[in-house]
């Protein structure tokens, strides 16, 4: 039999803890590398179909329509430990990762927290909330300039040292807030939302919570301590129980967009768009480490099939009449084709480009899928970390630090504004690399990319259609739109 999440979900009806499922996932990176685990056929009775609905509380307006972040068990406790402060300086995990936001939170949403504490909301902290922990918060002009990043673009700032064994040094820094140095570079980033963990092949953007040999669940109970020793400037770790009901709460979680303001229901005429479709799509998609993966799915050995997505399959033959409603069903629909299937000719990305398991193309010829590639979810599906090109100088707005890196070994030097995945191993040749995160419930976390550079949705497909030399017509772009929205 097939030992997939479906399965699991189905033996363990109505699942209120779903860590478990997700137990069989040992991470190693680079590549290909899993365990499986024993899992034996669900009894009989428990193979009915799976109906959850998404309840009115757990669905949260944007501005495109709705979000919904929901726990197949059906509630949401919002007296658990995920939302007390068990730290010293009043934040919880809920400060930073909202069920309103996608569960991660967004640069609107932080200004009227300003606004309405002016500055003094726990988020507004010293520790990493501020451009500089050395800022000055004393005046309500202060605390504006202060936390800067964080109010126009929702960016954290994460403090990590060039490694010990580093192939590299710190040449020079050029950091606007005067901070960061070898000890301690300053990395804005953006909160991750914690859901969908389920389909997570590594732990934070630069994959440092992932310990190879480790359960990702494992990855998260150590995630959530070191949190909240950061973040929330504990003084001492967390309980063992505490940990345990923090990452059961989150990984108990599944979001997408729910309601569209045109297209209006995304789960309708056979869809599976949108949250909990009917048969609860997103929380009974079957996934495993390397699932569809562009190099052979190791458990099966089946080929890469570019067609990752197949939410809204269905509209092909059931979409009926027409209106705005219609339209912006068919413009989803022909979205999703443009994500599985518009060629790219992917050129110069570190981690692809230069990986001899590809043959080190100079030209890899693939899709938006080909690294978005676990079904219906669009994140990566084996923990290989890839540098698009976001934090190359070039690309550099003024309010990013710039760091010249320079190779111990060939005096070869690199500015980027954040060195990614290097910090975490030491090595020259993962520099600028970051994980390929999910893609469901975008449109409720704007700005996009681990650093905040692409403001909105249509930023996104403007990077890559420069990046790439990718050439949309105005009509692919509004359908990729559509569709990344509806997610
Ligand atoms: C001050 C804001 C803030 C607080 C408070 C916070 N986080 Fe986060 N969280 C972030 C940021 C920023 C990242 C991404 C950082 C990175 O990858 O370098 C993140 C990443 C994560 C991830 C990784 C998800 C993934 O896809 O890899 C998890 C899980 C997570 N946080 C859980 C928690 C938990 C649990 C708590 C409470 C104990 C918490 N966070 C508190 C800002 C915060
Ligand atoms: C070469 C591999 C690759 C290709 C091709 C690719 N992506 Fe990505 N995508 C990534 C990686 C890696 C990231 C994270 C980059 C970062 O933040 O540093 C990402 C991030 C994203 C994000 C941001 C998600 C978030 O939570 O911030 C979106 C949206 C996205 N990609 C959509 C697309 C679309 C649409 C296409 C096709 C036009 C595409 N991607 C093609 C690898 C790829």
């Known amino acids: 039999?097939?030992?997939?999440l479906t399965t699991i979900v189905k033996q363990r009806q109505p699942p209120r803890s779903l860590a478990l499922r997700f137990a069989h996932i040992a991470i190693a990176t680079p590549h290909l590398l899993f365990t499986a685990s024993a899992c034996a056929d669900p009894p009989e009775e428990a193979t009915a179909a799976f109906s959850a609905t998404v309840s009115s509380d757990q669905q949260y307006a944007n501005s495109l329509g709705t979000v919904a972040t929901y726990d197949p068990a059906g509630v949401i406790d919002l007296g658990g430990p995920f939302f007390q402060s068990l730290g010293s300086n009043g934040r919880s995990c809920f400060s930073c990762h909202r069920l309103d936001q996608g569960m991660s939170i967004t640069p609107s949403s932080i200004?009227?927290?300003?606004?309405?504490t002016r500055g003094t909301d726990p988020l507004f902290a010293t520790v990493d909330g501020s451009n500089s922990p050395n800022a000055d918060i004393s005046t309500l002009t202060a605390r504006r300039a202060a936390f800067s990043?964080?109010?126009n673009k929702g960016l954290i700032r994460v403090g990590l040292p060039i490694p010990a064994n580093a192939e590299f040094t710190l040449g020079a820094v050029d950091d606007p807030y005067h901070f960061a140095s070898a000890s301690q570079l300053s990395l804005f980033?953006?909160?991750l939302p914690t859901t969908n963990l389920g389909f997570l092949t590594t732990v934070m953007w630069d994959g440092r919570?992932?310990?190879?040999?480790?359960?990702?669940?494992?990855?998260?109970?150590?995630?959530t301590n070191t949190a909240t020793l950061t973040h929330a400037q504990a003084t001492t770790p967390l309980t063992a129980a505490q940990a345990r009901a923090i990452v059961d709460f989150e990984t108990a979680l599944f979001t997408g967009q729910y309601r569209d303001n045109v297209a209006q229901e995304l789960a309708t005429k056979g869809s599976n768009g949108g949250a909990a479709a009917p048969s609860d799509f997103l929380a009974?998609?079957?996934?495993?480490?390397?699932?569809?993966d562009p190099l052979g799915d190791p458990r099966t050995?089946?080929?890469?099939?570019?067609m990752v997505f197949r939410l809204y399959d269905a509209w092909a033959s059931t979409l009926t009449g027409a209106g705005p409603k219609n339209q912006a069903q068919q413009s989803i629909l022909r979205g999703q084709t443009v994500f599985n299937t518009k060629p790219i000719a992917i050129t110069g990305v570190a981690g692809l480009n230069d990986n001899p398991a590809f043959g080190s193309p100079a030209i890899l010829r693939g899709t938006c899928s080909i690294c978005h590639d676990t079904p219906n979810v669009g994140n990566h599906s084996v923990g290989l970390p890839l540098n698009l090109g976001l934090t190359d100088a070039a690309r550099r707005t003024p309010d990013m630090p710039l760091y010249t890196l320079?190779?111990?070994a060939t005096r070869a030097t690199v500015q980027v504004t954040d060195p990614g995945r290097a910090l975490i191993t030491g090595k020259w040749a993962d520099i600028g690399k970051f994980k390929g995160p999910i893609l469901r419930g975008l449109a409720a976390r704007p700005p996009y990319f681990h650093n905040g550079f692409a403001a909105t949705l249509t930023d996104v497909i403007n990077f890559y259609d420069t990046r790439f030399a990718i050439r949309f017509t105005a009509q692919e772009q509004a359908d990729l739109l559509a569709f990344l929205q509806s997610l």
Do not use: H, V, W
């Open 284 to 292: 009974t998609q079957p996934f495993y480490l390397g699932i569809n």
């Open 111 to 116: 200004q009227a927290r300003f606004t309405a």
């Open 1 to 4: 039999m097939r030992c997939s």
């Open 149 to 151: 990043m964080l109010l």
């Open 209 to 223: 919570e992932t310990t190879a040999g480790n359960t990702i669940d494992a990855d998260l109970l150590a995630q």
């Open 406 to 408: 320079k190779n111990l």
């Open 189 to 191: 980033r953006r909160p």
């Open 301 to 306: 050995g089946a080929a890469f099939n570019p």
